[in-house]
């Protein structure tokens, strides 16, 4: 047992997911089992609420509402994209750790935010404010380093192949004509979220099933190749479709039939648009009638049919981490690691901050097919298990009934915070 | 009872629905129940495929696939958008007719496929083939005349609703900078499909609650009015969430932002991309980060968040079609008729197919607020009922399951038709 007794504090970072807030119930219901930790507090919309001083009382929440967090999409104590820089922002925030308390803090992110979680601890350190900082992983994208999978993924992955399948069936009916169908989803780098695309075949390779050709990022796009390509499928099938992940590039490394050059405030490129391109390129090319759709947010969002084994990870990896900080562990994320055996298992390990931060974690080659548009055995091995199960969220007047949090303020105990 | 004897054809029409198939189950139940029905046929792709003699028998699908068409989205025989024009058409259905001894034609499908059905019926009155006539309401317009509504109709506003409801709380939790998102739904002429995303409030009518704002195509767009609306919303809140109609139209009645002039074989013009226009109206005019997400026809295709409601009705009025067809009526469509209690409740009803025939049910100016972006307690009491329940799909592999026919041919006894 650790003998560092104080406050915890639990934030989320980064764009949502629909089991991010599943770890903060798990942040919660560990938490609460160890005397040590005196506070539960929330901060609001990551470290910029931090700085803001933002911070709320969790254990105020009734039981319903953290029971109600497990099946709850988004971040419930809200997010940010705000990266911390400056000097006096890193001060402000070990400010308000000391000025409440905080010994325990749990940062819910991808790698920018286990970046920063790595930052705020060593800065504490080196200022003598004893803490434990622990990450606990999280992102759609699949894209962190050591972690087997990130909680997240296995979700939204789960909700695309579920409307892969459902547009597929759609699209076949319209057997009238040759159609192409284009399904634009998420994914900046890396193609993982493209690539899951391929379990609604159900895992057999089988080339007759939808989706019948998947865009990565990983692979340099050409359009002759892509005409071939949808050429091929069509000389098979009265459809085609088509899943493009948002990060295309052609084989200069740019983004196909990106928008416009705008960043977001880590840097990276605003996507999309890549679907209506595919679209525009059949229809002028080859005079095929197409289809694009853009998911959006909703993808992520998608808690309604998410992954009942994502969820189960994404709330063991809070527990895990709790447990982690007490028994003394600092600097680490929570990882998950896959059993050995055939049959599924998972459980959590530690992975040192600074190894995950600003890694990333790029779909393997070896699992791609050689046509560049599939994937092979190993890559539906690796992702099968992740959408098992069904999350049972509550109905009510035909709607699913998600939890907001009463977000009961603790007490500001310092002036505003000025941002740059 | 009717003297009448011989087999039954049903076919579908049209855009596919989340519940057309249950109507298809419900034809094919309560077909078997009546002996003067001997064979139970489908026609492929609707009257493209009668054309073509492509009929299979449905007696001989196992009985776990007709029970599966129960949750199976799309259109399981397949379906068409070609319009019968030609005199010589409209007799080779007649010849398919008389050779397969088709007496009782039961056609799943919208107000085209009304017109249809009736103009078949009265050429076989005419030549003295004796056969009845029913057509079976389907479309998620909601726009067919006489009917109270239109299965398919609550399901798509269902997995809608869904979808705003989860990605409002993406929405929400990233609290930094106004935001603005923008769901762009479908709805060619009237805008039942966007208005019903408005029962993503909960029924109340809270100015808080996304969406804040839902364009219809019965209220001529001006983008002043637009920057107006978002300002306003944005004054209140961090984020507006828009639902836009793909019929918006200016108030010279020009299609807002359609992307050619295209049209379908029924003269329709081809829409998509207002969401864009939205996005980039805000952009460009506020300076406001905005984001779009058209969901394209995985709105109509989402089964798994389908509606009980809409899924018992569109299987009550396939049954509803057999027995007003065996009892002796022809050329009327199953109408759905909502009881005059507070509870709500449903029968079928009997419509002549005239009426229906390109008649089309625009949204009541009088269920719109004044602000012209949001829906009064007329149109919430009307939907609500429609969305109740949800439909049980059977899950393997972390994926629904849906129903493919085995599609038995039955077999052809006519020469190969010759198309225009």
């Given at each position: 047992?650790?003998e560092?007794?104080?406050?915890c504090?639990?934030?989320?970072?980064?764009?949502?997911?629909?089991?991010?807030?599943?770890?903060?119930?798990?942040v919660?219901?560990?938490?609460?089992?160890?005397?040590?930790?005196?506070?539960i507090?929330?901060?609001l919309?990551?470290?910029?609420?931090?700085l803001?001083?933002?911070?709320?009382?969790?254990?105020?929440?009734?039981?319903?509402?953290?029971?109600?967090?497990?099946?709850?999409?988004?971040?419930?104590?809200?997010?940010?994209?705000?990266?911390?820089?400056?000097?006096?922002?890193?001060?402000?925030?070990?400010?308000?750790?000391?000025?409440?308390?905080?010994?325990?803090?749990?940062?819910?992110?991808?790698?920018?935010?286990?970046?920063?979680?790595?930052?705020?601890?060593?800065?504490?350190?080196?200022?003598?404010?004893?803490?434990?900082?622990?990450?606990?992983?999280?992102?759609?994208?699949?894209?962190?380093?050591?972690?087997?999978?990130?909680?997240?993924?296995?979700?939204?992955?789960?909700s695309?192949?579920?409307?892969?399948?459902?547009?597929?069936?759609?699209?076949?009916?319209?057997?009238?004509?040759d159609?192409v169908?284009?399904?634009?989803v998420?994914?900046?780098?890396?193609?993982?979220?493209?690539?899951?695309?391929?379990?609604?075949?159900?895992?057999?390779?089988?080339?007759?099933l939808?989706?019948?050709?998947?865009?990565?990022?990983?692979?340099?796009?050409?359009?002759?190749?892509?005409?071939?390509?949808?050429?091929?499928?069509?000389?098979?099938?009265?459809?085609?479709?088509?899943?493009?992940?948002?990060?295309?590039?052609?084989?200069?490394?740019n983004?196909?039939s990106?928008?416009?050059?705008?960043?977001?405030?880590?840097?990276?490129a605003?996507?999309?648009?890549?679907?209506?391109?595919?679209?525009?390129?059949?229809?002028?090319?080859?005079?095929?009638?197409?289809?694009?759709?853009?998911?959006?947010i909703?993808?992520?969002?998608?808690?309604?049919?998410?992954s009942?084994?994502?969820?189960?990870?994404?709330?063991?990896?809070?527990?895990?981490?709790?447990?982690?900080a007490?028994?003394?562990?600092?600097?680490?994320?929570?990882?998950?690691?896959?059993?050995?055996?055939?049959?599924?298992?998972?459980?959590?390990?530690?992975?040192?901050?600074?190894?995950?931060?600003?890694?990333?974690?790029?779909?393997?080659?070896?699992?791609?097919?050689?046509?560049?548009?599939?994937?092979?055995?190993?890559?539906?091995?690796?992702?099968?298990p992740?959408?098992?199960?069904?999350?049972?969220?509550?109905?009510?007047?035909?709607?699913?009934?998600?939890?907001?949090?009463?977000?009961?303020?603790?007490?500001?105990?310092?002036?505003?915070?000025?941002?740059?």
């Amino acid at each position: 047992m650790s003998e560092l007794t104080g406050n915890c504090l639990v934030a989320q970072s980064g764009g949502p997911t629909a089991v991010i807030n599943a770890s903060v119930a798990g942040v919660v219901s560990e938490a609460l089992n160890h005397e040590c930790i005196e506070e539960i507090y929330g901060g609001l919309n990551g470290v910029h609420g931090i700085l803001n001083e933002e911070l709320i009382d969790l254990a105020e929440e009734s039981q319903q509402n953290i029971r109600g967090l497990r099946h709850t999409p988004a971040s419930a104590l809200g997010t940010c994209r705000f990266k911390l820089r400056r000097d006096e922002d890193f001060a402000r925030i070990l400010e308000v750790f000391e000025k409440h308390n905080i010994r325990f803090f749990f940062y819910v992110g991808g790698n920018d935010s286990q970046d920063t979680a790595n930052k705020i601890s060593k800065l504490a350190q080196s200022r003598g404010h004893e803490m434990r900082a622990i990450g606990i992983p999280k992102t759609i994208d699949n894209d962190l380093v050591v972690t087997d999978h990130c909680p997240g993924y296995g979700s939204v992955i789960k909700s695309i192949c579920t409307t892969v399948r459902e547009m597929a069936l759609d699209h076949e009916a319209m057997g009238q004509h040759d159609l192409v169908s284009i399904l634009e989803v998420m994914g900046r780098n890396a193609g993982w979220i493209a690539a899951g695309a391929s379990l609604a075949k159900g895992n057999k390779e089988n080339p007759d099933l939808a989706p019948h050709l998947i865009y990565l990022p990983e692979v340099p796009f050409t359009t002759e190749k892509y005409l071939e390509d949808v050429r091929r499928v069509l000389s098979r099938n009265k459809h085609c479709f088509v899943v493009v992940g948002e990060g295309l590039v052609d084989p200069d490394g740019n983004y196909v039939s990106t928008s416009s050059g705008a960043t977001d405030a880590f840097g990276h490129a605003q996507l999309g648009g890549c679907g209506d391109f595919l679209q525009r390129t059949v229809e002028e090319n080859l005079g095929i009638k197409a289809r694009s759709a853009k998911l959006g947010i909703s993808q992520r969002a998608a808690a309604h049919c998410s992954s009942q084994a994502d969820n189960d990870e994404a709330y063991m990896a809070g527990e895990a981490a709790v447990r982690a900080a007490i028994s003394g562990e600092t600097d680490k994320m929570v990882t998950l690691i896959r059993g050995d055996e055939d049959q599924y298992s998972c459980e959590t390990g530690l992975a040192p901050l600074e190894d995950i931060a600003n890694g990333v974690k790029m779909l393997p080659q070896e699992w791609i097919n050689e046509d560049g548009v599939s994937m092979n055995y190993q890559f539906f091995k690796y992702a099968s298990p992740l959408i098992k199960g069904e999350v049972e969220v509550p109905y009510e007047h035909g709607l699913p009934q998600y939890t907001r949090l009463s977000k009961n303020r603790v007490q500001k105990q310092l002036g505003d915070h000025k941002f740059e």
